[in-house]
């Protein structure tokens, strides 16, 4: 563990320092597309069930989030132009170097969850809380089209609960079991080689 909080350290702010070009080009796009912040940040539930707030670029106009939690498809009309391709190339989630800079999250790790869902865990499922959240995992890499899935159900939010969740934390619960420094670079691998193909 200790090698694995070195790395998200060394590694975060390696990232922000060598992105920093990045992020000034998607501040000035951003405030030219919309109206708003720079950052969206909303409230998840990290290790031992501690709240923290997640960091993203914002996508979606100002508010869109109480119109639902989840994102339908990639044609959702909340998202702003520039929000689609950021979403598209997963760029909206680079701020989250803060959050593992921090500590709150690492590179790898169960993505984390809004406490809405979490509340419907069961006892088993609630393991995944055992260890920090991360930005990608192999749930992560199984559903990078998660939106289009979602899009295509009848009813979204019960396929999300029904099927979505439960696949993601059955395969987190293998990762909890079955993870070290070897396997969080294989995923890393795994996550960049998948967004590249989109």
């Known amino acids: 563990m200790i090698?694995?909080?070195?790395?998200?350290?060394?590694f975060s702010l390696g990232g922000m320092f060598f992105l920093s070009p990045m992020?000034?080009?998607?501040?000035?796009?951003?405030?030219?597309?919309?109206?708003?912040?720079?950052?969206y940040k909303q409230l998840r539930v990290g290790l031992n069930q501690k709240n923290f707030?997640?960091?993203?670029?914002?996508?979606?106009?100002?508010?869109?989030?109480r119109a639902g939690l989840l994102t339908i498809g990639d044609h959702d009309s909340r998202i702003t132009k520039v929000g689609c391709w950021l979403r598209k190339y997963k760029i909206d989630e680079l701020p989250q170097l803060i959050n593992i800079l921090k500590g709150?999250?690492?590179f790898v790790g169960p993505r984390p969850e809004v406490l809405k869902y979490v509340e419907l865990y069961d006892a088993s499922q609630i393991k995944v809380l055992?260890?920090?959240p991360g930005i990608t995992d192999w749930a992560s890499i199984q559903y990078i089209d998660e939106?289009?899935?979602l899009a295509a159900a009848e009813d979204p939010e019960s396929?999300?609960?029904?099927?979505?969740?439960?696949?993601?934390?059955?395969?987190?619960?293998?990762?909890?079991?079955?993870?070290?420094?070897w396997v969080d670079l294989k995923i890393i691998s795994y996550t960049l080689k998948s967004i590249i193909r989109r």
Not at 3 to 10: L, M, N
Not at 53 to 65: A, E, N, P, Q, V
Not at 160 to 180: A, C, E, F, M
């Open 3 to 10: 090698a694995k909080r070195v790395f998200d350290i060394v």
């Open 23 to 39: 992020f000034i080009v998607v501040v000035i796009l951003l405030k030219l597309d919309s109206k708003g912040s720079i950052f």
């Open 53 to 65: 707030k997640l960091i993203k670029f914002r996508t979606m106009y100002t508010d869109s989030d």
């Open 104 to 106: 709150e999250m690492s």
């Open 130 to 132: 055992s260890v920090k």
């Open 147 to 149: 939106n289009e899935l």
């Open 159 to 181: 396929f999300y609960i029904n099927t979505i969740i439960p696949s993601k934390i059955t395969q987190n619960l293998k990762y909890i079991d079955h993870h070290n420094l």
